[in-house]
């Protein structure tokens, strides 16, 4: 290798990559555009990872009167020209020119020992962005919030930490549904309820579900109601102080409701529903039309997009606004407003289409770049349904969807039985806390580590497991190395500033590679926009160090003090891991 000043900062993977980028700038200066080609090795017995730009520049330089005769000599010379790094151990070339990369474990071992100096926080990604709106949960006003909102509200709010932990600024940002003609129906039937307009509380409206459907059914049955309902609409959107009272005593009562499920699942949002965008729309679609992208079709405003066989819809037939009015309002603010150079909605993958052809109007518009890789950028993340052991969408008996507090209650109940038949002696405040950590925890995970595409089976049984790739398997994990610690009776704040790291057994060097690639497992899972990334490789984490455990004494070993950093730099990772998945960690079940 060449010599060279040792590269420090970002991912494992970003800092292999800066080494090769010098390598290749030296090897082929004529192709300076080249990014290098990392993976880490499938077999470890060749390498760590492998740099595999050789066949691709071959394929460039043949025939160009270049100096290097096939894919190998090309391979070779990366090699070579690699800078000098402590990082490095050793360097070697398969096949057709892969460049197989050993890490130094005194490397692996002096990064680990800073981190558990210096924090967690020097390990976090590096992203090429600063700013982000992260769109989800968006219940709507007046409807309980279901288990098909948990989807959309855990997934979002992993996304958000993610993000956050990699220093960008989050907005997060509940799009609720609180504005539509629907709220006419709500507020005369509330008017019936209560005439001098006092008293509409959540104690008196009682069952929002309930006062929804009745509405609904009088609006269905009762041409009269239909025709004041319709009236209140306009009255509502006119800014009349009685009916804009009204919506908002409604509205208030809803987001009592969703309080109680943010509550328990610690999720942190800033509500701006599509009431807030609506005197953005007008203007918004006048700019639309100053670029020509709105025509009239059937009476209704569209903006048509190539190769949809429908347009997208911005002003109704009859004048209303929709979804795509108010999200092209959003998208406008947030762009121009709010900033934000990634904006990511999370939605079912029903609501594909809906978004391809949003944000292409975008696109046309010139609010967005035309290449998908390019900022500021927009993303939908998609998942599927939940569904029940029957394989039907998941319900009640009675055919309702389950509300999201029954269900959360239920899987923290059966937590806290479970935990009182283990038998140990527990104290009250302790069980309440480490059955709702447990309990919650396993519904976000068991929703978590599936990819967030595909539909999903909701099982208390299997998600309350304590074995194999479950959240209350990996607590427990956590929970077993805190007691490792405990046991030793070592101050380990002390040993991080004085002890030192020596990965010598093959199962410690194994898990001190596998916690050095955290942060590039959170780039990864943050870019690509799929936390179950981040869940495959905690449970394989757990796994790494079981074996090491079990093959390596730690208490009461002369490496005592090396094992015992390395335990607590694994608690330290799994720690950061359950915090980015929104699960608290336990330190005793």
């Known amino acids: 290798m060449a010599d060279g000043q040792d590269i420090v900062g970002g991912s494992l993977k970003q800092q292999i990559a800066r080494l090769l980028e010098e390598s290749l700038r030296v090897t082929v200066p004529e192709e300076p555009d080249v990014a290098p080609a990392i993976a880490p090795c499938q077999n470890p017995r060749f390498g760590d990872y492998q740099c595999n730009n050789a066949m691709g520049l071959w394929s460039k330089l043949k025939g160009t009167g270049t100096q290097f005769r096939g894919p190998q000599p090309i391979g070779k010379a990366i090699m070579d020209n690699l800078p000098q790094s402590e990082m ?10 892969f460049v197989n990369v050993v890490l130094s474990r005194k490397w692996i071992a002096k990064s680990i020992q800073k981190m558990l100096v210096d924090g967690i926080g020097i390990w976090a990604p590096r992203l090429p962005v600063k700013r982000a709106v992260v769109d989800f949960s968006s219940p709507n006003i007046a409807k309980e919030m279901h288990v098909g909102h948990l989807r959309s509200t855990i997934i979002g709010d992993t996304l958000a930490r993610m993000l956050e932990f990699s220093n960008v600024k989050v907005l997060r940002r509940n799009h609720v549904g609180d504005w539509g003609t629907q709220f006419g129906m709500l507020i005369e039937y509330l008017f019936e309820l209560f005439p001098d307009g006092e008293g509409a509380n959540e104690h ?3 069952d929002l579900q309930a006062f929804y459907k009745a509405s609904k059914q009088k609006f269905d049955e009762d041409p009269a109601f239909k025709e004041r309902a319709q009236k ?3 009255s509502l959107q006119a800014g009349e102080e009685k009916y804009r009272k009204a919506w908002t005593d409604i509205c208030e009562i809803s987001r009592n409701e969703f309080e109680r499920v943010y509550q328990r699942l610690g999720i942190q949002l800033e509500e701006k529903g599509e009431s807030f965008y609506n005197p953005y729309i007008p203007g918004v679609l006048e700019l639309l039309s100053q670029k020509g992208l709105i025509e009239e079709s059937q009476g209704a405003q569209v903006i048509f997009i190539e190769g949809k066989n429908i347009p997208l819809i911005v002003v109704k037939s009859d004048g209303g ?7 092209l ?7 121009n407003e709010e900033k934000a150079e990634w904006i990511i909605y999370v939605t079912d993958v029903g609501q594909r289409d809906h978004f391809d052809m949003f944000f292409t109007a975008a696109k046309r518009a010139g609010w967005l ?3 998908d890789n390019q900022y500021p950028k927009v993303n939908h993340v998609g998942f599927g349904l939940v569904l029940g052991e029957d394989g039907k969408r998941f319900r009640t008996r009675s055919t309702e969807t389950v509300k999201l507090v029954d269900l959360l209650d239920e899987a923290r109940n059966k937590c806290r039985a479970a935990l009182v038949e283990r038998g140990r002696d527990w104290t009250e405040e302790e069980l ?9 925890g396993a519904v976000k995970y068991a929703d978590l580590k599936n990819n967030r595409t595909t539909n999903y089976t909701f099982s208390f049984e299997q998600m309350l497991s304590d074995k194999g790739n479950t959240a209350v398997y990996l607590l427990y994990a956590h929970a077993r190395i805190a007691s490792i610690i405990q046991r030793s009776g070592k101050d380990i704040e002390q040993l991080k500033r004085t002890g030192s ?11 001190g590679l596998h916690l050095l690639q955290f942060a590039e497992i959170v780039e990864e899972s943050i870019t690509n926009l799929l936390p179950n990334v981040l869940c495959e490789y905690l449970y394989n984490l757990s796994e790494d160090f079981t074996r090491f455990y079990t093959n390596c004494q730690v208490v009461g070993s002369e490496e005592e003090t090396s094992r015992l950093l390395l335990c607590e730099a694994t608690a330290i990772v799994m720690r950061q891991a359950f915090y980015l998945l929104g699960i608290t960690p336990v330190y005793k079940l």
Do not use: K, M
Not at 321 to 327: E, H, L, M
């Open 88 to 97: 490095i151990e050793s360097c070697s070339i398969a096949g057709p020119g």
């Open 204 to 206: 008196a409206i009682g």
């Open 232 to 234: 209140a609409v306009v």
């Open 321 to 327: 606004f929709n979804y795509a009015s108010t999200d």
């Open 329 to 335: 309002a959003a998208l406008w603010y947030r762009l």
């Open 369 to 371: 770049p035309s290449e």
């Open 432 to 440: 309440d806390q480490t059955s709702e950590a447990v309990g919650y």
């Open 501 to 511: 790291l020596n990965l010598a057994h093959t199962d410690e060097r194994t898990l």
